[in-house]
């Protein structure tokens, strides 16, 4: 049967459907903005002046004494330093460092310093003598590596781990901190994606520190490559592509 004028226009029309679709299932740009605890889209047109892309904060009074330090990555290991030539701290050996950042994402008035880092799973210390341990076995890639988010700050005197999560179920990148619904206290924005995935990004996903650890606020339904910070002096809000 030869194909009529009628039936080329109808498969037109469902190939960009499809498209379509297909687009709006891989993400596709847009702002977006925590309120009532749930991502939705961000006008611009609320904005009031000029929209800058803000970068995470490597420098800031860790220890209290009114002077700033600096955070560096080099290579995959990080360092906290007096700004010049002095190293304060280091991260330990096996530590393969992605994302650093300075940011009291605590709420206690103190700067910390944000860690993505990949390191040999480590399982729950109790599932040692539990009779189901293991619930978080899954939780690492190919190569026996997890994903965790860890806290670094000046305690007793000293730097120290202040905080470190579990294992992440799923890992994430393009870490970001930022009061995303102007409460005064900052949240936490990342991509979570799966182990060995061969996707850059992934589901956009906002977290709170409740007190002893991140609590999941809302996920995202699309996927996105890329996650920025914008914000105009008034408004924070995020930029996914």
Not at 80 to 105: H, K
Not at 156 to 170: D, F, P, Q, V
Request: one cysteine or more; proline letters at 4%.
């Amino acid at each position: 049967m030869v194909p009529t004028r009628f039936h080329k226009s109808k498969h037109l029309i469902v190939f960009l459907s499809l498209l379509g679709l297909f687009l709006n299932g891989a993400g596709s740009p847009g702002h977006w903005q925590l309120r009532n605890g749930k991502i939705i889209p961000f006008d611009l047109q609320e904005t009031s002046g000029a929209q800058v892309v803000e970068k995470p904060k490597l420098a800031g009074d860790l220890d209290g004494d009114g002077d700033s330090e600096c955070l560096s990555l080099s290579g995959e290991s990080a360092q906290i330093t007096d700004c010049s030539s002095a190293t304060l701290w280091e991260s330990p050996e096996g530590w393969r460092v992605s994302e650093a950042q300075i940011a009291d994402v605590t709420h206690d008035g103190k700067n910390d310093v944000v860690l993505l880092v990949w390191r040999p799973f480590r399982p729950w210390p109790a599932d040692r003598f539990m009779p189901y341990g293991g619930r978080i076995a899954n939780h690492q890639n190919q190569e026996g590596q997890s994903c965790q988010l860890i806290l670094i700050g000046w305690q007793k005197g000293e730097y120290r781990e202040i905080w470190a999560g579990s294992a992440l179920a799923k890992p994430i990148s393009n870490v970001l901190v930022a009061d995303l619904d102007a409460d005064g206290l900052l949240e936490l924005a990342a991509l979570e994606s799966d182990y060995d995935a061969y996707q850059k990004g992934g589901q956009l996903t906002i977290w709170r520190w409740i007190g002893f650890g991140f609590s999941l606020l809302d996920r995202s339904e699309g996927r996105w490559e890329r996650l920025a910070i914008m914000g105009d002096g008034v408004h924070h809000w995020l930029f996914s592509r």
